[in-house]
Antibody
Framework: EVQLVQSGAEVKKPGESLKISCEGF????????IGWVRQMPGKGLEWMGL????????RYTPSFQGHVTISADTSISTAYLQWSSLEASDTAMYYC?????????????WGQGTMVTVSS | DIQMTQSPSSLSASVGDRVTITCRTS??????LHWYQQKPGKAPKLLIS???MLESGVPSRFSGSGSGTDFTLTISSLQPEDFATYYC?????????FGQGTKVEVK
């Protein structure tokens, strides 16, 4: 079973860059898809994209394509979500999720969430 | 994209009530439908996978059913710890998508 630990809360200004992380504490980290999910304040869950760490196969939800980059470093069992230029509308809680051995599988392991606040 | 429509968006219920939440998809997704529970300030928790398979530790009062485009989450006798928001999620297409959520509140 993979345990996921996310990096801490961030406060940024519009236009700044940011990279948040999700560390997996299990040797089979590379065998599972890792996804990123956005939850804006008071709103529902939105899948942003997925990555398979073993081969870096990455899929983005169309509405997030081009605005964020998902990556992974298998040497340290860590996945990342990054922005090159934040906007106020990026203010949200971001969760990583894993446990899906194949694309059709559900995600049974979740990080604790990283709160990102973007404000001038 | 596969559109997910959950209903109702919210409901008020009492302890002991039977609660039913539905999830409709814009195209057939076979059995690739999962249910999550989220409590305030917490990460989502997988309750039911592939339509009807309860995750380990999930009480048997939770059940799931359906196929194709229409799916249901049922709580047979609502307990105090069940007041939360519930989301369906399809994994037929990648990336997955969630329904908009159903908030179960105290009546």
């Amino acid at each position: 079973e993979v345990q996921l630990v996310q990096s801490g809360a961030e406060v940024k200004k519009p236009g700044e860059s940011l990279k948040i992380s999700c560390e997996g504490f299990q040797s089979s980290f590379t065998n599972y898809w890792i996804g990123w999910v956005r939850q804006m304040p008071g709103k529902g869950l939105e899948w942003m994209g997925l990555i398979h760490p073993a081969d870096s196969d990455t899929r983005y939800t169309p509405s997030f394509q081009g605005h964020v980059t998902i990556s992974a470093d298998t040497s340290i069992s860590t996945a990342y979500l990054q922005w090159s230029s934040l906007e106020a509308s990026d203010t949200a809680m971001y969760y990583c999720a894993s446990g899906a051995a194949a694309l059709g599988h559900p995600y049974d392991m979740w990080g604790q969430g990283t709160m990102v606040t973007v404000s001038s | 994209d596969i559109q997910m429509t959950q209903s109702p968006s919210s409901l008020s219920a009492s302890v002991g009530d039977r609660v039913t939440i539905t999830c409709r998809t814009s195209q057939s997704i076979s059995h690739y439908l999962h249910w999550y529970q989220q409590k305030p300030g917490k990460a989502p928790k997988l309750l039911i996978s592939v339509v009807s398979m309860l995750e380990s530790g999930v009480p048997s009062r939770f059940s799931g059913s359906g196929s194709g485009t229409d799916f249901t989450l049922t709580i047979s006798s609502l307990q105090p710890e069940d007041f939360a928001t519930y989301y369906c999620q399809q994994s037929y297409n990648s990336p997955p998508t969630f329904g908009q959520g159903t908030k179960v509140e105290v009546k």
